[in-house]
Each structure stands twice: as structure tokens, then as C-alpha cells.
């Protein structure tokens, strides 16, 4: 209860903070006072209304509170005029106007927070925590006087520290250009984007607009990959994403895959900078796209956070990837980077936006690798987490909360569909899923765009859309591992013939053999089918991914993992099954197998949205500790064993509790067809 001589209690929610201010305080200076997150764009003019807060009379056993009608002032004008002109939500008041009489709980609104939560839809991904690096913040600037010399920046900067407590603010020459016009037109009012990140740097002003100016500001997080680059526009405010597109990385004319980027560098002079110039300029020509998408301005632009492995990170940033190219593997700076857009010469976004590239864990494990560390956190699990990051190249990660260990692996692209010979990307009329009966021999799949099994009624009108084109990533591993479960293949990755396998959709394919799926040759179509070369190209990819993962293992010293997470666009199809079949990951309980989307993409996205996520990773990349499969001789021999199906040597007691893989053998001629393939080394 307050009297008239204490001072009255204000307790806000949700956050819980309580303490007693003086009687006339406003809700807005209660809120800093208490460390209550209360945002404030106007600075308590009134004209903002980011300061909205919900008060609560009655009685409130919980708190102890007794909130009487009069608990806050009555409305003044400043309300009375905002509500009258833009409307304030019933219920509601303006935090900056409103003073406290007496005690009184009052919630704080999720859009009046400035570090909200922003909750993520799927169950399975983090939610983002909001502390950007960017706001808006209006000021009254002084104006001039003849008699009391001084630059019109200078005064800024004097109302940036009375008005805000930001103090040593900077600014680009370019920004200085726009200043004198921007504050007459304004009459010495502004709203400037004021960029202060976690580094200690001086805080910057990245734009200045003339008045008040509430729309959003925008951030970029761009996951720049060999083959695709993924940026989302995303608003600064709430971490919403407001549009993403793609667009295939130009680089791919000088080089499919990094290693031969990486040749192209040394073979050509000049051409890393022809490389970094392509690269750039679809970053801009992608940014643009998505300010236009947005129908926003490409001023608002004003933060762009870049995930990208070593060669990417590299050409991105003009450095020569020659290093990359070869051992010990040096890169020119591991440390996260921060920049303009204009040093990157990048277009489509604010000239001063302020670029953060995340830092790269070592020379074959790059800010990518370290965006999915900061999404999936592997160094806060409490039991054994192996990490996948599927894609052309693998990033590996597998920690507790003990340690963290990296690697990646050169997987290659069969994962995608690409060297498989009916493979195509994961488009309409691709083969996704397969299932073959183990009695009969006789497939049924899916392909994407069509809801139902081929031997479902009206699935031949409804692929009449389609087509049936070809088999994707997903499709070509759940194939291989259905083969192997329907006797069609043997542990050793030999395709049985007609006569072994009693089908005759095992056809002579040269002098090996091939599975016909689909024969759509009679309509003019493609005849589908997983040849023995097939085969092959997953034997060596998923070997490659198993043994970059028994390798961390055997650095921890274990034999099994307690859960498996596969992150990337393409972990988020592989079926957990089907990948441990395959002996793509360890054996674990099929239960343990999780997705995590595109969690180098959720990295970059967590990076922009919060300075703190940006000093965790930081801390984080020096503590992870990195593992080399290019010049480990034991990843060869994992590698070796590895070629079996599922595993040459390794059991998979999990698997086998669910699975029973027929024991057979096509190896008729003892012509050291055995599987174990030779070892492949690619980097891409
Ligand atoms: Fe802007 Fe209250 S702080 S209206």
C-alpha cells in the first residue's frame, strides 16, 4: 500500500522488476531507472509511441500491489493529441507521458520491447533473442550561433550524448556530405541510424533522416554458398523476415566446386579479383531484389551480417584464396570482420551499412561452420552432439558442454543429386522419396509436387504436371539405402543382376548393373534408374561424412554419439532412416535424429538481430577445437571402412533393432569389386 509518504511501488511485467520511484515519475524514466527493457525512438517527446505500456489496476496478491484508479496521472494533451491523430490501442498509454501516483503493475508489450524474444514457428529452431546494433534515435540539434563557433556535427554528437548518453559518436565522410541539409530541412530535428556493436568501437551514424522517422531499418543475413547464395531482408525491430530470395553463385563459371576457385585464382593472375567482383555484384543485384520485393528504400538497408566457408569468406572480401589451396591452409584473418558496404564496393543497400562477416574457425572450416555453432549451440548440449552440416563440403561438429571439436569433409556433390546419372536438383518431377518391397522388388516413390505414391490412384494425372524428371538428394539416398534393404545391393555396394536378384528391373548396365525406378522412355520420358557408378559416387560421399565424424569421435575418445542434428537446406529432407542404412551417421536411436533446417542461415540471422550472439560466437570459434581431415592419415582408414553399407566394420546396434539387411553378395568373380572405392579427396 502506499501513503502519502512513501514512495510508490511499481512492479512491471513480464519482466518482473519492481522498485519505488518518486511520485510523478514518468513510466518511461521507472523503466530505465529499473533496468526495464521500454523502447523509446523520440526520446519521451511523444511522437514515437514506441513506449506503449498496458497498466494493470486492482489487486495483485502475487506482487503485493494494490493498483487504485488513480494509481497513474490522468491523460494529458500529448496523449490526448496522439491518440486523436494516429490512435492508441485501448487500454494503452503513452510510457513517456503517463507519471506514477501511486503503486501500480504495469506490462510492457512485446512491440514496446526492445530486446524481445522473437519465437520461431517450427519447434525445432531457437528462438531469436532481439538486440540489434542499429536503432533509430531522434534528436533536437542546437543551432547555429555566429558567436559560439562550432560544426554542425559537433552539436549533433553534443545532442547524441545530453539526449541519448551516447557518447564519441562517428561518422563517414559521406554521411558528413548529407548533414547540413538534412538538419535544416528537419528544423534541427533528425532521426539518425545509430550503429554501436559489442566490439567497444565507437558508436557510428550510419543514416539521418530530417524529423521523426519510425519505419524500420533492415538487415540483410546472407548465407553466401559455393553453389547458392540465400539472403533475408529482415527487420531490425522484430527479426521478422520481410522477403528472401536466392540466386546461384555467379563464381560457378570459373569453377564448380572451391578447389578449382581456388586453381583458378593461381592460374590466372587477376583472377580472384575477377572472382571477388562476381560476387559482389550478385550480392547487390540480390539486395536490390529484396528492397524492391520489400517496397522499401535501399537506405534502410543498413546491416548485413555474411556467413560463407574459407574460400567464399576469402573472395568475398578480396583476399587471394591461394593459401586455402594447400597446407598447413592459412587463412589471411580468422576474426570476425567488420566493414562498410562501400569498402566492399556492394550495391542495392545503404553505402554505410555496416557489413559482419563471422569468424572463421580455421583454414577448411569456415563462418558457416561457425554460424551453425551459434544456432545449434553443440557447446551447451548436455549429452554428445554430432552436428552435420550436409552440402557439397560437410561441416562437422560434435561437442557437450566439455569441448567442441570441428572438421570438415569433402563430400562432394552426389548428396545434391549432382553426379548421380538421373540425378537433378530438388525442383517439380524429381524423384524424393522411394520405397521398395523387399518380397517383390517393385518401387513406389513420390516425386516433389505431387502429394501422392505412384501406385496411388490419380498419381498418372497428377504427374502429368510434373513429369517424372529425374531423382534429387533425398530420392538417391533413400534409393541406395532401400537397394540395400530389399537385397538388391550387397553390404559391399554391388548391384545384383536379373538372375542374383530375381527382378528384372536389375538391368546389364556395361559390365556392371543398374535398378530401373521409372521407364518413361515409351512416352518420350527418361529412364530412371541408380546405376552401379551411382552407387559409387554415395559410397564415397557418405564415406567421407562418416569418417570426418568417427575422426572427432575418436579425438573424444568414444564410439557413439547420445543424438545426431543434420542442418543444411538438404539435412532437412534426408530421411534418419535412410541415412543410417546408408551409415552416413553414426548409429544412434532413430529418435536421437533431429533437423535443424538451415541453421547456417539461422546463425546469420541471430548474428543481425543481437550484438550479444556476435561476442558468444567470437569467444566461441577460439574454444572450438579444429580437427584437419586432409592430413590425418586415420581419416583414410575410416574412410576405407567406411565404404560398406552401412559399415565394414562399426556396428549399428540401434539400426538393427528396426532394420534387418538381408545377407547377401553379388561379388561373383573375386575382381576386388569389394566397395571400398578408392579415396577421393575434393574440396567444394
Ligand atoms: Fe516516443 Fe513516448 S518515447 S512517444
Known sequence: MTDATTDPLVVFTPSGKRGRVARGTPVLAAARKLGVDLDSVCGGRGICSKCQVAPAYGDFAKHGVHAGADALSEWNA???????????????????????????????????????????????????????????????????????????????????????????????????????????????????????????????????????????????AIDLGSTTIAAHLTDLATGAVTASAGAMNPQIRFGEDLMSRVSYAMMNPGGDAEMTAAVREAIGQLAGKLAAEAGIEAERIVETVFVCNPVMHHLLLGFDPVELGQAPFALVTSNAITLAASDLGLRGLNPRARIYVLPCIAGHVGADAAAVALSEQPGRSQDLVLVVDVGTNAEILLGDTSRVLACSSPTGP?????????????????????????????????????????????????????????????????????????????????????????????????????????????????????????????????????????????????????????????????????????????????????????????????????????????????????????????????FVAANAIPHKTDPFPELSKIVSLPDVSFNTHGSGEDGSGRRRRRRS
Not at 490 to 509: K, W
Not at 517 to 533: C, F, K, R, Y
Not at 579 to 598: E, F, H, Q, R, Y
Not at 605 to 611: D, E, M, S, V, Y
Open 414 to 638: 552426389a548428396f545434391e543429386g549432382a553426379q548421380i546419372s538421373s540425378g537433378q536438383r530438388a525442383a517439380p518431377g524429381a524423384i524424393e522419396r522411394i520405397e521398395i518391397d523387399p518380397a517383390t522388388k517393385e518401387p513406389r516413390f513420390r516425386v516433389i509436387g505431387v502429394d501422392l505414391w505412384s501406385d496411388e490412384d490419380g498419381f498418372t494425372e497428377a504427374a502429368g504436371k510434373t513429369g517424372i524428371t529425374g531423382i534429387c538428394g533425398s530420392g538417391i539416398i533413400e534409393a541406395v539405402a532401400e537397394m540395400r534393404m530389399a537385397g538388391l545391393l550387397d553390404g559391399s555396394g554391388l548391384i545384383g543382376s536379373a538372375a542374383q536378384t530375381g527382378t528384372p528391373r536389375c538391368i546389364p548396365d556395361g559390365r556392371t548393373q543398374a535398378y530401373v525406378i521409372w521407364d518413361g522412355t515409351e512416352a518420350g520420358g527418361p529412364l530412371i534408374s541408380v546405376t552401379q557408378g551411382d552407387i559409387r559416387a554415395i559410397q564415397l560421399a557418405k564415406s567421407a561424412l562418416y569418417a570426418g565424424a568417427r575422426l572427432l569421435m575418436d579425438e573424444r575418445n568414444v564410439d557413439k554419439v547420445d543424438r545426431v542434428v543434420l542442418a543444411g537446406a538438404f539435412g532437412a529432407h534426408i530421411s534418419p532412416k535412410h541415412a543410417m542404412v546408408l551409415g552416413m551417421i553414426p548409429d544412434v536411436p532413430l529418435d536421437k535424429v533431429t533437423s535443424a533446417g538451415n541453421a547456417a542461415g539461422t546463425g546469420a540471422r541471430i548474428a543481425l538481430c543481437n550484438i550479444d550472439a556476435r561476442a558468444e560466437i567470437e569467444a566461441t570459434v577460439r574454444q572450438i577445437t579444429k580437427v584437419e581431415t586432409a592430413i590425418e592419415p586415420k581419416f583414410q582408414d575410416h
Open 78 to 220: 500529448v496523449e490526448e493529441r496522439y491518440d486523436r491523430i494516429r490512435g492508441l490501442p485501448k487500454g494503452r498509454r503513452l510510457g513517456c507521458q503517463a507519471q506514477i501516483q501511486g503503486d501500480i503493475v504495469i506490462d510492457v508489450p512485446p512491440e514496446s520491447q526492445v530486446h524481445k524474444q522473437v519465437v520461431r514457428k517450427a519447434a525445432t529452431m531457437r528462438d531469436i533473442a532481439m538486440n540489434p546494433a542499429t536503432r533509430l534515435v531522434l534528436v533536437e540539434v542546437e543551432e547555429p550561433d555566429m558567436h559560439v563557433p562550432s560544426g554542425d556535427f559537433e552539436r549533433l554528437a553534443r545532442a547524441l550524448k545530453e539526449q541519448w548518453q551516447v557518447e564519441g559518436v562517428t561518422a563517414d565522410l559521406s554521411l558528413l556530405a548529407r548533414l547540413q541539409p538534412v538538419l535544416r530541412k528537419g528544423s534541427w530535428q533528425v532521426t539518425v541510424a545509430l550503429y554501436h556493436d559489442h566490439t567497444g568501437a565507437s558508436p557510428r551514424i550510419v543514416e539521418i533522416w530530417p524529423g521523426l522517422q519510425e519505419g524500420p531499418l533492415y538487415g540483410l
